[in-house]
């Protein structure tokens, strides 16, 4: 499948801004083949190397499905630390033009309270 805009999907118009303060033009193969089925809401899996665009895929998807007035709506499990404050900031980069989207990262191996807190005062994706 060959590359294509970003604007041919149905994604809301911050996201396609956000995209655009990004400098993505151009969805990658992943994003190509996966969009379009995450963003109609199948089911999704996806296997390619790192830096392929799988985080952006999934990403575009957990937004473009979110309703802001409402709590935890989407959860993106790592299997390490450093990959869950990875991922949880391409996710914020990603909505940083839709508007009171809270994504919050919570870790084992660190103190639980404050991240309690944290949780406490809204995310919708954790």
């Known amino acids: 499948m060959t590359a294509a805009e ?13 995209l655009e303060v990004l400098g993505f033009e151009r969805m990658l193969p992943v994003q190509a083949q996966t969009l379009p089925d995450i963003l109609a809401g199948r089911d999704v899996l996806a296997r390619a190397d790192t830096g392929s665009g799988k ?3 999934f990403g575009l998807g957990m937004l473009a ?3 802001p ?7 993106a499990l790592c299997p390490t630390r450093e990959l869950a404050e990875q991922v949880s900031q391409e996710l914020r980069r990603l909505a940083c033009r839709t508007p009171n989207i809270k994504v919050l990262t919570l870790c084992g191996g660190v103190p639980f309270a404050p991240q309690r807190a944290s949780l406490n005062q809204g995310a919708h994706i954790v």
Do not use: N, R, Y
């Not at 970003?6 to 956000?18: K, Y």
């Not at 007035?69 to 959860?75: S, Y």
């Open 6 to 18: 970003f604007s041919s999907l149905p994604l809301s118009e911050s996201a396609l801004a956000g």
């Open 55 to 57: 985080t952006v895929a």
């Open 65 to 67: 499905a979110l309703q």
């Open 69 to 75: 007035p409402l709590d935890v709506q989407a959860l």
